[in-house]
């Protein structure tokens, strides 16, 4: 399953690609972006129908905890630079440093916490059309079951 959602990563990618015209090449930034996360692409996946890709450039400041939170779809994250502990409900908490990559499950609680130099990761998500990229959670509050 893993192998497919992968696959069909790279061919929505490539067709996201396809699709613009003009030199295929992405605007290079050297200023690390602001807190947060900073969407750098959204777009529906052609091999999927109704789902879509989105990939953001995650910016957590040192020893800073992200509001508890899920998103509704799969997360698969890469970290890039510093470290952070990824903090999910029901499970140890997972230390995470720049090279290591680490998949979210759909519906998982977590609050990311940045270490002491903070934390930057690229992240894909994958979700059905139109849903939000991640939706807040109050203290006890629990994801919805799924919808079929």
Do not use: C, W
Request: without cysteine.
């Amino acid at each position: 399953m893993k192998r497919i959602l992968a696959t069909a990563i790279l061919l929505a990618l490539s067709g996201h690609a396809q699709a613009h015209d003009g030199p295929q090449h992405s605007e290079h930034h050297a200023a690390t972006p602001p807190p947060g996360s900073n969407e750098k692409l959204r777009s529906p996946i052609a091999s999927a129908d109704g789902l879509e890709v989105l990939i953001s450039d995650v910016v957590i400041p040192p020893n800073a905890t992200v509001p508890r939170h899920y998103h509704p779809g799969e997360e698969f994250l890469y970290v890039i630079s510093g470290s952070a502990v990824h903090v999910q409900d029901g499970q140890e908490d997972i230390e995470l440093v720049a090279g290591d990559s680490y998949v979210i499950p759909p519906r998982a609680a977590h609050s990311p916490r940045g270490g002491p130099d903070g934390a930057r990761a690229i992240v894909f998500r994958v979700h059905r059309d139109g849903m939000p990229e991640r939706i807040l959670l109050e203290d006890g509050e629990t994801p919805p079951p799924e919808e079929d």
